[in-house]
């Protein structure tokens, strides 16, 4: 069975610096990848998206995420972190092989920004 | 607005008492998915409709929780008898087609509390 690790819960970074979020899976053929962010009270939005070809790609708001195999790991990146990117984060792998597309998320990270 | 709408956003309810959840999809999209986000279990991925096929309802906790989808748009989840554990946020998304390759795109969600 798929399944998301995000290792850490809390990251606190201060506005302007760079920031990135470990997310790392287990998946037995080449995995779908997602990043969603979820502000209080609100549904979760499709940050960047990987399927296949160039490893590093680019989503919303100035993030980023390169697609590892070799270490199963999908790593999301801002270089200039904004007071508003603090937000829940949420790496996801998408089954390929059912018709649909159970998403399996990790537990999530949250971000806090200093001033 | 052109996104997943659900309502109510919030749902106080008391220990017994049976739900309805209402999603009303993205215009066009044929696929919808309904996921529970609690505390102790994140996101978890409950029940998938695809056009006309058979919903997927692998995910679902419990035979109180049924789902159904008419004329292929508005869905509704029920949750029958309901008990303090069923209390979380449960979110909705929809995609254009089901499928490993397409960004689902979430609602705000409705929040349960069950007392």
């Known amino acids: 069975a798929q399944s998301v690790t995000q290792p850490d819960i809390h990251i606190t970074v201060s506005e302007g610096a760079s920031l990135e979020l470990r997310c790392n899976y287990s998946y037995g053929a080449t995995p779908y990848l997602f990043w969603y962010v979820q502000s209080p009270g609100q549904g979760l939005q499709l940050l960047l998206k990987y399927f296949s070809g160039d490893t590093l790609v680019q989503g919303i708001k100035g993030f980023e995420a390169e697609f590892k195999r070799s270490q199963s790991s999908f790593n999301l990146r801002k270089p200039s972190v904004h007071w508003s990117d603090a937000a829940e984060y949420f790496c996801a792998v998408g089954d390929g092989r059912a018709a649909g597309n159970k998403l399996t998320f990790g537990g999530g990270t949250r971000v806090l920004v200093k001033p | 607005g052109a996104g997943v709408s659900q309502s109510p956003s919030n749902k106080v309810t008391e220990k017994g008492k049976d739900v309805e959840l209402r999603c009303d999809p993205i215009s066009g999209h044929t696929a919808l998915y309904w996921y529970r986000q609690s505390l102790g279990q994140g996101l978890e991925f409950l029940i998938y409709?695809?056009?006309?096929?058979?919903?997927?309802k692998s995910g679902l906790p419990s035979d109180r929780f049924s789902a159904e989808r008419t004329g292929g748009s508005v869905s509704t989840l029920t949750i029958q008898r309901t008990q303090q554990e069923d209390s979380a946020v449960y979110l909705c998304?929809?995609?254009?087609?089901?499928?490993?390759?397409?960004?689902?795109?979430f609602g705000d969600g409705t929040r349960l509390s069950i007392l």
């Open positions: 409709f695809q056009g006309n096929s058979a919903p997927d």
């Open positions: 998304a929809s995609s254009l087609v089901g499928g490993s390759n397409q960004p689902q795109h």
